[in-house]
Structure formats: structure tokens, C-alpha cells
């Protein structure tokens, strides 16, 4: 059974980047037609789509955040990464990782998500 | 990417339907039968409910349904039981090859 885990500094303070890591296992990140995402949901809000990832490399970002956000993957550890620049209290959120199944509106599984807080 | 627009919340008795709507562009949800639905209870990993509008997940009760209009794309849950009280959201594929979410519904079952 495929399981996503987040993990990462929970505390990041204002202006510093936020790194997060999806760690994959049941499966292997590298499997073809699966793309690897970051969505996080800050406090009373909607979910918030920020980017994914295929395993050649290949990316798409959010186009209000493209500017600060950089995923990566690491196939070796089947592990993607989340690098999100020059935060401010309203990335404060919980980011979930997730697999999308291309060809389709499939995200899931999902990972438990994990809060991260930018405060000083 | 605006957010798709959903109705804050809603309410409904057991055994009822109820209906939460999801309303986007031609861009978005308008444009593509790419639309998901997900439930999520605060501190968990969001769960699949519908997928490329109509479809339903294996293991997903089939009181859950979903359908598209134009560009507003609906969840209907059917025979309402308390475990479905919960957040809701709706996704969509974009016309910039991105996603975007909904701003959620929370369901109240009284």
C-alpha cells in the first residue's frame, strides 16, 4: 500500500525558506504516469495547490507562488522536496504531499500533512 | 489561479441529500472533465471522494456522486449519515496545466 510521509522544521521565521521532504514508500517514485504534488491548506482556508513533479524532473508550479517554490526529486531515496523562499506569516499552513495520476483529477494518497509555522 | 468557488457550508438531517456546489471558468472547470472531490477531517490526510467529475474511487459508498454543468461541478451525498460530516473540496484542472482547489465546505449533518 502506497503511503506518502511528510517531514521537515515545523517553526520557520519570516524571510528564511521552508523545506519539506515527501518520503514514498509501497511504491516507487519513479513509476510512469505519476506526478508528485504539494498542496497545503493555511488556517480557515482552502486547500492551496503549489507545484508537482514527474521523476524525470519535470515541474509545474502554482503561478502566485512559481517565484519562490522549487521541487525536487530524489529517486535514490524516492523522496520529493518542497523549497519554498522569502516566507511571511501567510505561508503558514499545513502542506500535505500527494501522487497525481496523470491523465486524470486523481491526488491521492495523501500524506497527514504537517503544520508549519513563520513566526519570529 | 482564483480559487473555485464553493458555498462556506451546509447542513442536512440523517437520511437526506444535500448538494455542494463548485463553480469555476471556462479555464477551469468549465473546460476540462478533470474535477475531484475530497473529504477531509481536520488532522487527517484528505480522502478521494469523486474523480474526473462522475467517478467514483473503489471502497467510496455509492451515496457519493458527482456531475458538471457548464462551469459549476456538483457533489451530492445521498441518504446522509453522521460519518459524512466533514470538510469538503472540489479540484480542477487548469488551462496553465495547473490545479486549483476550491475554498472548501464544511458539512454539518444535524
Known amino acids: 500500500q502506497l503511503q506518502l510521509q511528510e517531514s521537515g522544521p515545523g517553526l520557520v521565521k519570516p524571510s528564511e525558506t521552508l523545506s519539506l521532504t515527501c518520503t514514498v514508500s509501497?511504491?516507487?517514485?519513479?513509476?510512469?504516469?505519476?506526478?508528485w504534488g504539494w498542496i497545503r491548506q493555511p488556517p480557515g482556508k482552502g486547500l492551496e495547490y503549489i507545484g508537482t513533479?514527474?521523476?524525470?524532473?519535470?515541474?509545474h508550479y502554482n503561478s502566485s507562488l512559481r517565484s519562490r517554490v522549487t521541487i525536487s526529486v530524489d529517486t535514490s531515496k524516492n523522496q520529493f522536496s518542497l523549497k519554498l523562499s522569502s516566507v511571511t506569516a501567510a505561508d503558514t499552513a499545513v502542506y500535505y504531499c500527494?501522487?497525481?495520476?496523470?491523465?486524470?483529477?486523481?491526488?491521492?494518497?495523501w500524506g497527514q500533512g504537517t503544520l508549519v509555522t513563520v513566526s519570529s | 489561479q482564483s480559487a473555485l468557488t464553493q458555498p462556506a457550508s451546509v447542513s442536512g438531517s440523517p437520511g437526506q441529500s444535500i448538494t455542494i456546489s463548485c463553480t469555476g471558468t471556462?479555464?477551469?472547470?468549465?473546460?476540462?472533465?478533470?474535477v475531484s472531490w475530497y473529504q477531509h477531517h481536520p488532522g487527517r490526510a484528505p480522502k478521494l471522494m469523486i474523480y474526473?467529475?462522475?467517478n467514483r474511487p473503489s471502497g467510496v459508498s455509492n451515496r457519493f456522486s458527482g456531475s458538471k454543468s457548464g462551469n459549476t461541478a456538483s457533489l451530492t451525498i445521498s441518504g446522509l449519515q453522521a460519518e459524512d460530516e466533514a470538510d469538503y473540496s472540489c479540484?480542477?484542472?487548469?488551462?496553465?496545466?495547473?490545479?486549483?482547489f476550491g475554498g472548501g465546505t464544511k458539512l454539518t449533518v444535524l
Open positions: 474526473d467529475v462522475s
Open positions: 500527494a501522487r497525481h495520476e496523470g491523465g486524470s483529477s486523481i491526488f491521492g494518497p
Open positions: 513533479i514527474y521523476y524525470s524532473g519535470s515541474t
Open positions: 509501497g511504491g516507487s517514485i519513479s513509476s510512469n504516469n505519476y506526478y
Open positions: 479540484s480542477s484542472f487548469t488551462s496553465s496545466s495547473t490545479w486549483v
Open positions: 471556462s479555464s477551469d472547470v468549465g473546460g476540462y472533465n478533470y
